[in-house]
């Protein structure tokens, strides 16, 4: 149970630094090894799978050079190293200027206090659609 929270709180923590936009609170909350996958369509840059601080900087990176980004966090739930985060992101394509509202659900998984896996599963059709424009 102890664990559960923990977990539940570092990710907490994580958000909040991306929130903030604080690169280093960011790289604080995981692991060396940490894997990103996020699944999109080929024409949306960050889309793919990142590994390690490096990738996840290389992500951040595409991220922020794509979109302008806005989550709303409707809820955390946290069951033993998953932390699953439901939500909605609105955002604005930097090259369209199209704004864009798309539910999301981000499962964490978190080990020896580190986030090691962060899946993204958006219904990523407005995205798309915004990019495509």
């Known amino acids: 149970m102890m664990t559960t929270?923990?977990?539940?709180?570092?990710?907490?923590?994580?958000?909040g630094h991306i929130g903030a936009g604080n690169i280093e609170g960011i790289l604080s909350c995981v692991a060396d090894?940490?894997?990103i996958i996020n699944p999109l369509p080929d024409h949306?840059?960050?889309?793919?799978?990142?590994?390690?601080?490096?990738?996840?900087?290389?992500?951040?990176?595409?991220?922020?050079?794509?979109?302008?980004m806005g989550l709303d966090i409707d809820k955390f739930l946290s069951d033993g190293d998953t932390v699953?985060?439901?939500?909605?992101?609105?955002?604005?394509?930097?090259?369209?200027?199209?704004?864009?509202?798309?539910?999301?659900?981000?499962?964490?998984?978190?080990?020896?206090?580190?986030?090691?896996?962060?899946?993204?599963?958006n219904q990523y059709k407005e995205m798309a659609e915004a990019f495509d424009s």
């Open 5 to 15: 929270q923990k977990n539940l709180e570092l990710v907490q923590q994580f958000y």
């Open 33 to 35: 090894d940490i894997e």
């Open 44 to 68: 949306i840059p960050f889309g793919g799978i990142y590994k390690g601080k490096d990738g996840l900087l290389a992500y951040l990176g595409t991220l922020g050079e794509s979109i302008e």
């Open 84 to 121: 699953v985060v439901i939500g909605v992101e609105n955002s604005s394509t930097r090259a369209t200027g199209i704004t864009y509202r798309m539910p999301y659900v981000h499962v964490l998984t978190v080990s020896d206090g580190k986030i090691t896996r962060f899946d993204e599963y």
